[in-house]
DNA sequence: TCAATTAGGACCGCAGTGGTACTATTTAAA
DNA sequence: TTTAAATAGTACCACTGCGGTCCTAATTGA
């Protein structure tokens, strides 16, 4: 499925729940963004400890504390957000460099995920938090998708195209 | 760590082993392909029936039987293998629309990821297996990756491109 | 001083992955 | 006709790690 974790995804909820607001560098508490996220308060402040371990977020101890984004989220990108919470990006074990494969000698294939993981990092770490407010980055994601689907390869028409079903 | 399953990465290792050989369309047993993955015979033997069910295999019973491509390997996508071993293609929970999300109504990144999910499955989309074989889709893998730079986001330098480990 | 925060762990249930085993069915070849 | 070598299908299980909770400091504005 290749699934990323729940957490990050909740990560990125909490992120950009930063700007749902007018002033994007405004200072939330963990159970501000609780409720308003609709998380759980434990959950949403483990992944909110996480961001600022990572240097996302910048966070204000004491009464009347809280959380504020570290910089721009126009510099910030999804990439950062997810690996903030569950690590460094790896979509195969052998692309971490963990070196217990029996098959690395024999193996193909594994060069090429160095190559793929590049691509796919470079796919999210393109979508700034700002973009994923809004549906706005269809530029992005059609000129993304239209040169994957124009490389030469056979043509194969593989995508099929899911309609993307819009939140209210 | 948006990490897929070892049972896929699996999948793409028996599949491209069929490119190893001259002739791509031979029959190979189970047994076969376990001993030249360095996998154990169960595991390869799940994995393929899993390839064959889902069509990209076609297997023949009895004596002397086994599995052999049922199509041209450059018109069998990286995307496809892995969908057929680990089901559709779903970043995130709510991709695959299980609709008990609590947040679903509030979520302002959800429509997005529908997005982000056809952006990096084409991605996988447009690597045949074919491809997989040898270090040479350079060409595909730049060109996604520099648009992927050059989509006129703000542009931070998030990409620290990994120098990928050759295979002997 | 107090109450409201964040920091940092420890802890745990449970689903799902990775892997095994067993039986039934098919079929080329002896 | 028999046999052995295959695949098909399913049940089974150990174990990892995810998602989630809780508790105890440390911090700080009111």
Redesign the interface.
Known sequence: ??????L??YG??LM??F??SPDSDQNLSARQLAV????PLPVASKVLKALTREGLLVSHRGASGGYSLSK?P??I????V?EAV????????CVE?SGDC???????????W???????????????LQ???E?L?????T???D???G????P?P??E??E?????
């Open positions: 499925m290749i699934r990323m974790s729940k990050a995804d990125l909820v950009t729940q700007l749902r308003e996220t609709r998380l721009a126009s510099r990108s999804v990439a950062e997810l569950e690590g460094p990006f790896a979509m195969t074990e460099g029996r098959r690395e000698l024999v193996c193909p294939v594994r060069s090429n160095q190559r793929i993981n590049v691509a796919v990092k470079n796919v999210l770490d393109a979508i700034s973009d994923m407010l549906p980055p269809q530029s992005l994601v000129l993304l998708t040169e994957a689907a490389t030469g390869l056979d194969e593989h995508v195209r899911r993307p079903c819009e939140v209210a």
